[in-house]
């Protein structure tokens, strides 16, 4: 099978073209000087000539504090972008993948977000991705939507990077405790994306790796894995400065994965174990 991946830059574009060439696909990868996703005619052009099965849509503006100050930038990428690819899709009967996020759901309460429940976005990143969801849903009836969260990976910055970053100039880092979720390790989404991408399971599902932490707990982690001396101290969202609202309960239920005959990801403490061997 041929398919046509955007944000191929980026971690987990990446990673799927790196899973395409495994299986014996073909994927032709995309990013913005092929195809800015904002320009409709362009949009048009490419993906007709890829003669593709299908489009696996990895690339966004993922700046979430910036899309504060950027919000119609942001948009255009996030909504507009996706919204141009789904009616290509449309007219050449093409399934579409869109990757999008936790934070499409409001982030209170303590009880795992189901796939169906009423999203509810705190910042202008999260109601983007939620528009191009929206998008999707209204011009396609083959889609898949996948939402993630807390995504690592070896291309791109990542809080894990982030972390080993400041190691190399400190030995004390403050860190959230107060917002609870799962990361995400791109290599293993990226096994799970083409595992649905060769079926019809079609619709919308949530896929992070298994077990909950919250960022002080996976800084904490990162660091022992790493074996790296490190104070990590815990402090509320509260106490860290950011200009995006983020969503508290980040927590996803991946029981459709099970329904539909997918295989879940690998603990994340088992993705983060594996991913430092390959950075470190």
């Known amino acids: 099978m041929r ?30 000087e092929e195809m800015d996703i904002t ?26 504090d910036k899309a504060e100050d950027e919000p119609e930038i942001c948009t255009k990428v996030n909504a507009q972008g996706t ?3 789904a009616k290509v899709c449309k007219e050449l009967d093409l399934p ?7 934070y499409v759901f409001g982030g209170e309460g303590e009880r795992p977000w189901e796939p169906q429940d009423p999203c509810d976005p705190l910042n202008v990143y999260g109601q983007s991705k939620y528009l191009g969801e929206l998008a999707v849903q209204k011009y396609l009836k083959r889609y898949y939507i996948v939402r993630i969260a807390w995504v690592f990976g070896v291309s791109g910055n ?11 100039t400190t030995q004390k ?20 994306l083409v595992d649905m991408m060769e079926t019809d399971r079609y619709g919308i ?28 101290t815990a402090i509320t969202a509260d106490e860290y400065p950011a200009k995006a609202k983020r969503p508290h309960n980040s927590r996803m239920d991946k029981g459709k994965l099970d329904a539909e005959g997918f295989r879940r990801l690998p603990s994340w403490q088992d993705a983060l174990k594996r991913y430092l061997e390959v950075i470190m």
Request: hydrophobic share 45%; net charge negative.
């Open 173 to 192: 880092v403050s860190v959230v405790s107060d917002q609870v979720g799962s990361p995400t390790y791109t290599r293993d989404l990226a096994v799970l």
């Open 96 to 102: 579409m993948m869109y990757i999008s996020t936790d």
């Open 83 to 85: 919204e141009n690819i």
């Open 39 to 64: 320009d409709e005619v362009a949009v048009d052009r490419v993906i007709r000539q890829a003669k593709a099965d299908g489009v696996i849509h990895c690339a966004a503006y993922t700046a979430v």
């Open 3 to 32: 398919f046509l991946v955007t944000g191929v830059k980026g971690q987990l574009g990446h990673d799927v073209m790196e899973e395409l060439a495994l299986r014996g696909h073909e994927g032709e990868g995309v990013d913005v």
């Open 158 to 168: 990542n809080f894990i990077k982030a972390m080993l970053n400041k190691a190399k």
């Open 205 to 232: 599902y949530h896929a992070t790796n298994e077990g909950i932490c919250n960022w002080y707990e996976f800084a904490k982690e990162i660091f022992i894995q790493a074996g790296i001396p490190m104070e990590v």
